[in-house]
């Protein structure tokens, strides 16, 4: 089917589907399609009442005025209340009895693991919280984390959230230019990040990076330094304090700040197809009311769960499933600081089997490098444990959620395939486990309160089966509220393709039976192994390399990682292509941005084609990427010679 308006056609048929299974449906929070029906509804009609009811369940300083203020493309959620998220966390759950339950089981690469009541993280986010206070941080001031997947980085988050001082968390896999890209975006002041972190055996430079950063900005004033793998780092005196010295003296009490429900709680970067990354602008009271109450019915949420969630958290997936949304309905969250195949490809069934976890969260680049490896790792293990999967990233294939179905859930436990954005803050389209009938390779439907749709540029809604734009006409209270400090660009990426509507940039289709298939994204964001990296700032990176006058980069099909880099470089005169050249490249991006921007090939070229205004028609190189040469349309090319010599200077 193609739909002429969107030009996005569906060729996917997928005819398998999978009930709730009876004795999950049985003790789940939502226990069947007419009561998610008959709530849905509810919540779309009267949203407020709806949501007012959700955000009673949590702790509010001072209760809210009105639900909803909303004047497209602005909401406010929850205007005149006060909270604090870091108090929902914890505060709220040792009131309710859980001080002494296992709030965050972590297990470091190596092996060793901590246990840490939800009393422990209290008094360590107190301790933190006013050791930030004493370096100086103040309501307001963004504070930049670069840490490994340790708890002090959920202490360091939930220190910032209790004082009021928005974070900005960097994946530990960037390296020093994107620290300083968001160190300046964000105006932040304050980092903390450690002396290393554990990735598959070696060390993360994580202190060299940030030396290297700072070296490039004075913005930075304090960094805070946490020793976790004790090797030797340079501490430059006035400005780098160690984590345990900030904390041992720091007293134990920090009364949580009420803050008001659009207080800023982060800024997470994310990548856009232009320009450089941004910093996606989320608030406290909706996004917590959001992900605290999607997190309990998606995954089920019950006292004694053991629930890991395997993303970074460097990721929005980390934000709000490792951190925020699990907290505050006071389960145990297993965190795992290390890679899925160290020592061996058996890690994640071991960590699964060891520390008896109940519901399981991961990707689907991350299943498919499993099911690479064969059947015996995970067999190898008692997983009876689980009763619920989850993925969230991409669009996972039918035969990766049926590999996961039976080897990992031995077909008793449902899984949940959400779909959401880092825009969204918590998941949007999603089965509930006790009441979707589930369709490998479907998201299934909205959460409540999402009125989503799919529809053509006019803002049309398609018929079932035909392929759209994916739209969200309402707003919800985990939205974000802006890109920082660019108003222009959010009205224009999220506010203006379809009028009156929130535009996802995914495209997507809805069978007859109401169900969300989503298709991928309408612009060029490369989706390595689950992340989102802008073909602006890999290129950024290949140009920066002193040999190379310009660059453009596409994602291709991968069979692991989903997608992988393809490069396009011009090399300034008197530079020859050769192999060494492209192996330098490869290493130039590794150290600029990281790991996972090298690109899986480079092809030279002496000239890209452009449009006549200059923009690169990366669709085109898509297809000598892929194909070995271009079939598609070329009418706004502007120098037909090029595509020859693109496709002739094929080599790997
Ligand atoms: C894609 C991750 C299909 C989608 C939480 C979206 C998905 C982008 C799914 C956001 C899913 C995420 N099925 N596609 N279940 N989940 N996506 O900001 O293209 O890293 O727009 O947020 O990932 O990626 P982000």
Redesign the pocket.
């Known amino acids: 089917m193609n739909d002429a308006s969107s030009g996005i056609s569906s060729m996917m048929k997928e005819l398998r589907v999978f009930p709730p299974p009876p004795e999950f449906a049985r003790q789940a929070h939502i226990r069947g399609m007419d009561q998610y029906k008959a709530l849905h509804a509810r919540s779309l009609k009267d949203p407020e009442g709806f949501w007012g009811e959700a955000a009673a369940e949590l702790h509010w300083f001072r209760k809210w005025d009105r639900v909803l203020d909303w004047k497209l493309p602005d909401s406010k959620w929850f205007a005149g209340g006060k909270t604090n998220l870091a108090y929902n966390c914890l505060d709220l759950q040792i009131q309710r009895g859980r001080g002494d339950h296992t709030a965050i089981l972590w297990e470091g690469e190596p092996g060793e693991v901590r246990r840490l009541t939800y009393r422990d993280v209290h008094r360590e986010v107190c301790r933190f919280a006013n050791g930030l206070r004493q370096l100086g941080v103040r309501q307001g001031d963004k504070v930049t984390l670069y840490m490994p997947m340790v708890p002090e980085l959920a202490i360091a988050m939930l220190a910032c959230a209790r004082i009021g001082a928005p974070h900005s968390v960097i994946f530990g896999g960037f390296s020093a230019q994107a620290i300083v890209d968001r160190v300046i975006d964000a105006e932040s002041h304050y980092m903390v990040t450690a002396d290393g972190g554990y990735r598959r055996g070696s060390v993360v430079p994580l202190k060299a990076n940030v030396d290297e950063a700072c070296a490039k900005t004075n913005l930075v004033k304090k960094v805070v330094v946490l020793k976790r793998v004790g090797q030797d780092v340079p501490m430059k005196s006035g400005r780098d304090v160690w984590w345990h010295d900030v904390v041992e003296s720091a007293s134990a009490d920090c009364p949580a700040e009420p803050l008001d429900a659009e207080h800023m709680l982060y800024l997470l970067y994310?990548s856009g197809s232009t320009g450089k990354p941004k910093g996606i602008h989320h608030t406290t009271g909706g996004y917590m009311v959001y992900t605290y109450l999607s997190a309990k019915y998606i995954f089920d949420l019950k006292p004694d769960d053991v629930y890991w969630c395997t993303a970074d958290i460097g990721?929005?997936?980390g934000h709000s499933y490792v951190v925020y949304g699990i907290l505050c309905n006071g389960v145990t969250c297993l965190m795992y600081e290390g890679a899925p195949n160290h020592p061996a490809w058996d890690r994640f069934w071991d960590i699964i089997q060891r520390h008896k976890v109940t519901k399981f969260y991961t990707a689907?680049t991350a299943l498919r490098a499993f099911m690479r490896q064969g059947d015996e790792h995970p067999n190898k293990h008692n997983l009876s444990s689980l009763k619920l999967l989850g993925?969230?990233?991409?669009?996972?294939n039918p035969e990766a959620w049926m590999w996961y179905h039976r080897v990992i859930g031995k077909e008793r436990c449902p899984i949940v395939?959400?779909?959401?954005?880092?825009?969204?803050g918590g998941?949007l389209?999603?089965p509930l486990p006790g009441a979707t009938t589930t369709k490998p390779g479907s998201?299934t439907m909205p959460f409540f309160g999402i009125d989503a749709d799919i529809v053509d540029k006019n803002g049309t809604s398609q018929a079932a089966n035909v392929g759209g734009f994916l739209v969200i006409r309402k707003p919800w209270p985990g939205m974000l509220r802006g890109i920082y400090g660019d108003r222009e660009r959010f009205e224009r990426q999220y506010w203006s393709e379809v009028p009156g509507v929130y535009f996802?940039?995914?495209s997507a289709r809805r069978d007859e039976d109401g169900c969300f298939w989503?298709m991928?994204?309408i612009d060029d964001?490369i989706?390595v192994a689950?992340?989102?990296l802008g073909t602006a700032e890999v290129e950024s990176a290949l140009v920066s390399h002193p040999k190379v006058a310009e660059a453009a980069v596409v994602g291709i099909p991968h069979d692991l990682k989903g997608q992988a880099i393809a490069a396009f470089v011009t090399l300034r005169v008197g530079a020859a292509p050769s192999d060494a050249m492209k192996k330098e490249l490869t290493e130039h991006v590794g150290r600029t941005m990281g790991a996972l921007a090298k690109p899986e090939q480079i092809r030279f070229t002496d000239a890209l084609p452009k449009t006549r205004s200059g923009k690169i028609m990366r669709r085109l190189l898509v297809e000598i990427a892929t194909k070995g040469e271009v079939k598609g349309d070329t009418t706004t090319l502007e120098d037909f010679s090029i595509l020859s010599k693109l496709a002739t200077k094929d080599e790997e």
């Open positions: 994310t990721w929005v997936t689907p993925t969230v990233g991409e669009p996972i395939d959400t779909w959401w954005q880092t825009e969204t998941a389209i999603s998201a996802a940039g995914d989503i991928g994204r964001v989706k689950g992340h989102r």
